[in-house]
């Protein structure tokens, strides 16, 4: 199993970014799929993440309301579309694959991509 997460750069602060996570080795619909990102000096936390099956989506607060997860079966894809990025966002953001998204959803994780950064300059 591979991940690879993409997309990331340096924005201003109100740009948006969409970073991709793609999967090779196992079909991302059958299992969750989590963001997590984690900024200089501080641990890593979860961003967003979708279930499998139906796929229910949940965000944390930070990211409420601006962040969308989403999952394409076709490209074995997904994909986190970032809006109105202010520079707390900026991190490295990895993606990550398990079973489900109960929370503490890192624990459940089962494989982990490298990340790909975000700078987002005020």
């Known amino acids: 199993v591979q991940l690879q997460a993409s997309g990331g750069g340096l924005v201003q602060a109100g740009d948006s970014l969409r970073l991709s996570c793609a999967a090779s080795?196992?079909?991302?619909?059958?299992?969750?799929i989590a963001w997590f990102r984690q900024a200089p000096g501080k641990e890593r936390e979860e961003a967003s993440c979708?279930?499998?099956?139906?796929?229910?989506?949940t965000y944390v607060d930070p990211v409420q309301g601006r962040f969308t997860i989403s999952r394409d079966n076709a490209a074995n894809a997904v994909y986190l579309q970032m809006n109105n990025l202010k520079p707390e966002d900026a991190a490295v953001y990895y993606c990550?694959?398990?079973?489900?998204?109960?929370?503490?959803?890192?624990?459940?994780?089962?494989?982990w991509g490298k990340g790909t950064l975000v700078t987002v300059s005020s």
């Open positions: 080795g196992i079909r991302l619909d059958y299992n969750a």
């Open positions: 979708i279930s499998p099956g139906n796929g229910r989506t």
């Open positions: 990550a694959i398990g079973a489900n998204c109960i929370r503490p959803i890192e624990y459940g994780m089962e494989y």
